[in-house]
């Protein structure tokens, strides 16, 4: 296989010219908090689910940081491709109890591929160490006015080349993971990692302390290209006692056909002062131990002399799918590390995913003893992978419920994903909603060999009663009719054909990933199929069929003529199409594949041909940590503001609600034009509006070309406008953003040297 990379500047571009550049404002209507999701309680077998809003987690990374200087440290969870999430610890007196708190991923730049928080600079601040453009780059920890955890722009790690004044990269390959430790215990922060063919480990030691520098540099040489005197070639275990790795040498990719993917974890696994390590690799399902001789023997060099293939022996062997990847870290605040074990890729187990072995002896003396592979898991809503809610009253008691369809959990023994629906009853009030988990296989659709999870349930047959519809993965389409008595009766659904058929008889298909929606979009009493597709289209299929038939035509491969993502490139929508608000307005919102909501106009026009008016390509600043979004907007305790709950590919689900009372008049108009001066500005940047005073209690945010929060810019409040000092920034296009009043402002400038 090859490795596979992404470039981050087009990425972050793309994302930043969708949020700089639309046309209306970006209003922040829906929020969410640590607070807030506390009030929507989640049951099953009696026991609460503290995080049951935190999304799901696939193939996540760990790290621990004070995020808020209240003298415990929190943890941060990265999943590639996808984002940080953050936790606070919660816990009174000793020991965690983590807790979501989604109000304060904003604070953390984006992160690529790896994550490492270690202090490097001496402040007592966690620096951010990832994969940049290429190789190693960190952004500098700080805390704020508020106390709160924050990071300068990234810079790049480089190394002193031997025999010249020039610099290189710290070269890591883009799956891997790097270690980041004090390796020879001298006071200043060493790296190793897998060459970029994974073959040879290759070390930089950082001489920062033996030239007396500041403590805020990192001064790395190559040290050697076969660190541990150890290598891994095609077989699981490592060849150990290596001598042959002359400096500099690039080792043949044919002596490796595994695709060199490694995530090594530094460890001192035996507690005798020097550094073991913890490969995990990406052929196989196990963790290998490997034993450092240093310390034992009194070695002059790193040198590894023994190795466990299937850690850990005498203990609880670890067998995770494809390629776990081990965290060294203080999970449980008792002082001393444990272990994290997460699948480094996404693909394989989706639930049984965080291995926890704590570490019950002490730092001198680790004991690591195996506790569960579903550490906070089982305190999440985590369907699988890809969930798809659906809010309605099931057991027709009054109360809306949350059903949420999926393509289910990993199963080890045929290595595929078996999709299933989930059912939570509301079990609260009308006016204080709580869920409580009553079945997680309902219908059974892995029996009935339905391989899908886009859930929607609508009345498509005319006859007062609602159907169930399930977008499957090959872009067909489940049909479940409902033989229930009457409306008032819970569904009895039964499939009635495990390929929905158009009024010709052949199989709707809609792409791959198909995402039904049951709507009357031509406004003649009658409900019609639309489909969200891969691509990014939706699909509408008329329905003229009497009452208790359906007779579907396709109209429109591009309903409303609209298209989410870019063009000739995955788009993957899932509609949703109702009230969003207190306006009493009908929207199509469209979950997209970045983690995003778009907002459209024109579904209600009653018009199958009418071209529909994107309004938001970022709505309410929504960007969560996930992809495939699937949206569903409910009033759920009757208070006028409506929820907002989403699914994504993580199998998890989203809690938002309204905060502000809407008028769209309003907001529109909210959005006034900001006043940006001078620009290009040098050292002192002017922010203020073209027509109206700048609330004070604005917020106001700087973000560079790449799309990452500048925080440490200083601000001052003066005269209704914003005095911003840039002076510290390097010089290149940067994004202003305002907030103030439920709205959003934004504009570019550029700042010169």
């Given at each position: 296989?090859?490795?596979?990379?992404?470039n981050?500047a087009?990425?972050?571009?793309?994302l930043?010219?969708?949020?700089?550049?639309?046309?209306?404002?970006q209003?922040e209507?829906?929020?969410?908090?640590?607070?807030?999701l506390a009030?929507?309680?989640?049951m099953?077998n009696?026991?609460?689910?503290?995080?049951?809003?935190?999304?799901?987690?696939?193939s996540?990374?760990f790290a621990?940081a004070?995020?808020?200087?209240?003298?415990?440290?929190?943890?941060?969870?990265f999943e590639?491709y996808?984002?940080?999430?953050?936790?606070?610890?919660?816990?009174h007196g000793?020991?965690?109890?983590?807790r979501?708190a989604p109000?304060?991923?904003?604070?953390?730049?984006?992160?690529?591929?790896?994550?490492?928080m270690?202090?490097?600079?001496?402040d007592?601040?966690?620096?951010?160490?990832?994969?940049?453009?290429s190789?190693l780059?960190?952004?500098?920890g700080?805390?704020?006015?508020?106390?709160?955890i924050?990071?300068?722009p990234?810079?790049?790690?480089?190394?002193?080349?031997?025999?010249?004044t020039?610099?290189?990269?710290?070269?890591?390959?883009?799956?891997?993971?790097?270690?980041?430790?004090?390796?020879?215990?001298d006071g200043?922060?060493?790296?190793?990692s897998?060459?970029i063919?994974?073959?040879?480990i290759?070390?930089?030691?950082?001489?920062?302390?033996?030239?007396?520098?500041?403590?805020d540099?990192?001064?790395?040489?190559?040290?050697t290209t076969?660190?541990?005197?150890?290598?891994?070639?095609?077989?699981?275990?490592?060849?150990?006692?290596?001598?042959?790795?002359p400096?500099f040498?690039?080792?043949?990719?044919?002596?490796?056909?595994?695709?060199?993917?490694?995530?090594?974890?530094?460890?001192d696994?035996?507690g005798?002062g020097?550094?073991?390590f913890?490969?995990?690799?990406?052929?196989?399902?196990?963790?290998?131990l490997?034993?450092?001789?240093?310390?034992?023997?009194?070695?002059?060099?790193d040198t590894?002399?023994?190795?466990?293939?299937?850690w850990?022996?005498?203990?609880?062997k670890l067998?995770m799918?494809?390629?776990p990847?081990?965290?060294?870290?203080?999970?449980?605040g008792d002082?001393?590390?444990?272990?994290?074990?997460?699948?480094?890729?996404?693909g394989?187990e989706?639930y049984?995913?965080i291995?926890?072995?704590?570490n019950?002896?002490?730092v001198?003396?680790p004991?690591?003893?195996?506790?569960?592979?579903?550490f906070?898991m089982?305190?999440?809503?985590d369907?699988?992978?890809n969930?798809?809610?659906?809010?309605?009253?099931?057991?027709?008691?009054?109360l809306?419920d949350?059903?949420i369809?999926?393509?289910g959990?990993?199963?080890?023994?045929?290595?595929?994903?078996?999709?299933?629906?989930?059912?939570?009853?509301?079990?609260?009030?009308?006016?204080v909603?709580?869920?409580?988990?009553?079945?997680?296989?309902?219908?059974?659709?892995?029996?009935?060999?339905?391989?899908?999870?886009?859930i929607?349930i609508g009345?498509?047959?005319?006859?007062?009663?609602?159907?169930l519809l399930?977008?499957?993965?090959n872009?067909n389409?489940?049909?479940?009719?409902?033989?229930?008595?009457?409306?008032?009766?819970?569904?009895?659904?039964q499939?009635?054909?495990?390929?929905?058929?158009?009024?010709?008889?052949t199989a709707i298909?809609?792409?791959?990933?198909a995402?039904?929606?049951v709507?009357?979009?031509?406004?003649?009493?009658?409900?019609?199929?639309?489909?969200?597709t891969?691509?990014?289209?939706?699909?509408?299929?008329?329905?003229?069929?009497?009452s208790?038939q359906?007779?579907l035509?396709?109209?429109?491969?591009?309903l409303?003529?609209?298209?989410?993502?870019?063009?000739q490139?995955?788009?993957?929508?899932?509609?949703?199409i109702?009230k969003i608000?207190?306006?009493g307005?009908?929207?199509?919102?469209?979950?997209?594949?970045?983690?995003?909501?778009?907002?459209?106009?024109?579904?209600?026009?009653?018009?199958?041909?009418?071209?529909?008016?994107?309004l938001?390509t970022?709505?309410s600043?929504?960007?969560?940590?996930?992809?495939?979004v699937?949206?569903v907007?409910?009033?759920l305790?009757?208070?006028?503001?409506?929820?907002?709950f989403?699914g994504?590919?993580?199998?998890g689900?989203?809690?938002?609600?309204?905060?502000w009372?809407?008028?769209?008049?309003?907001?529109?108009?909210?959005?006034?034009k900001?006043?940006?001066?001078?620009?290009?500005?040098?050292?002192?940047?002017?922010?203020?509006?073209?027509d109206?005073?700048?609330?004070?209690?604005?917020?106001v945010?700087i973000y560079t070309?790449?799309?990452q929060?500048v925080?440490?810019?200083?601000m001052?409040y003066?005269?209704?406008?914003?005095?911003i000092?840039?002076?510290?920034?390097?010089?290149?296009?940067?994004?202003?953003?305002?907030y103030y009043?439920?709205?959003?402002?934004?504009?570019?400038?550029?700042?010169?040297?």
């Open positions: 296989m090859k490795k596979h990379t992404v981050p087009s990425m972050m571009l793309a930043l010219m969708a949020f700089s550049f639309s046309s209306k404002a209003s209507i829906y929020q969410s908090s640590k607070d807030y009030t929507m309680k989640v099953a009696g026991i609460e689910k503290p995080n049951a809003w935190a999304g799901g987690q696939n996540p990374q621990i004070d995020i808020n200087k209240d003298g415990k440290d929190d943890l941060i969870i590639n996808k984002g940080v999430k953050t936790f606070l610890n919660v816990a000793s020991g965690t109890e983590y979501y109000e304060l991923e904003y604070k953390f730049p984006d992160v690529y591929n790896f994550i490492k270690v202090d490097y600079n001496c007592g601040v966690p620096d951010l160490f990832h994969f940049g453009y190789g780059w960190v952004c500098d700080f805390y704020d006015d508020n106390n709160l924050t990071f300068k990234m810079k790049e790690i480089r190394y002193q080349r031997q025999g010249t020039g610099t290189s990269n710290v070269t890591i390959s883009p799956s891997d993971n790097p270690g980041i430790e004090d390796i020879d215990h200043d922060l060493d790296v190793v897998y060459s063919w994974g073959t040879f290759t070390s930089w030691k950082n001489v920062k302390v033996e030239q007396n520098l500041p403590c540099t990192f001064a790395l040489e190559l040290e076969c660190w541990g005197k150890a290598l891994q070639g095609v077989a699981r275990t490592h060849q150990l006692g290596v001598t042959d790795c400096p040498r690039q080792p043949d990719p044919g002596q490796k056909i595994d695709d060199g993917n490694n995530a090594m974890c530094l460890v696994i035996d005798d020097d550094f073991d913890l490969d995990g690799n990406n052929q196989y399902s196990d963790i290998q490997v034993i450092n001789g240093k310390r034992q023997y009194g070695y002059s060099i590894m002399i023994q190795q466990d293939t299937t850990q022996i005498g203990g609880h067998t799918p494809k390629f990847s081990a965290y060294w870290l203080d999970i449980d002082g001393d590390r444990d272990l994290l074990i997460s699948p480094k890729l996404d394989t989706n049984k995913c291995a926890l072995y704590e019950q002896g002490t001198n003396a004991n690591f003893v195996y506790q569960t592979d579903t906070l089982e305190g999440m809503i369907a699988g992978t969930s798809y809610p659906a809010i309605y009253d099931y057991d027709k008691d009054g809306q949350l059903l369809g999926t393509m959990r990993y199963n080890a023994t045929s290595g595929t994903t078996m999709s299933r629906i989930v059912y939570y009853k509301n079990t609260g009030t009308a006016t909603p709580e869920f409580t988990l009553q079945n997680d296989n309902l219908l059974n659709l892995e029996s009935q060999g339905i391989d899908g999870g886009a929607t009345d498509l047959d005319n006859d007062g009663l609602d159907e399930i977008g499957r993965k872009g389409i489940a049909y479940f009719r409902n033989n229930a008595a009457n409306a008032a009766t819970q569904p009895d659904w499939l009635w054909q495990r390929e929905l058929t158009n009024q010709a008889g298909r809609a792409n791959n990933f995402a039904p929606l709507y009357d979009v031509d406004k003649d009493g009658i409900k019609d199929l639309i489909v969200g891969q691509i990014g289209y939706l699909q509408y299929y008329k329905n003229s069929a009497a208790g359906i007779a035509n396709k109209q429109a491969d591009s409303g003529k609209l298209k989410v993502g870019p063009y490139q995955v788009g993957t929508c899932t509609p949703f109702g608000d207190n306006s307005k009908e929207y199509l919102m469209m979950g997209a594949n970045d983690g995003t909501i778009q907002r459209w106009e024109g579904i209600d026009s009653g018009d199958p041909n009418k071209t529909y008016t994107r938001d970022f709505y600043n929504i960007h969560i940590k996930g992809r495939n699937a949206p907007f409910a009033d305790n009757n208070d006028g503001k409506y929820e907002l989403m994504n590919d993580l199998g689900i989203n809690l938002y609600r309204q905060v009372n809407v008028d769209v008049k309003d907001v529109a108009k909210a959005a006034s900001l006043s940006i001066y001078p620009n290009p500005a040098m050292d002192v940047l002017n922010v203020g509006m073209s109206k005073i700048i609330p004070a209690k604005s917020t945010r070309s790449m799309g929060l925080s440490s810019t200083p001052q003066r005269d209704n406008a914003w005095r000092d840039i002076s510290a920034l390097p010089a290149g296009m940067y994004l202003c953003s305002v009043n439920g709205a959003t402002s934004t504009a570019m400038f550029s700042k010169t040297k």
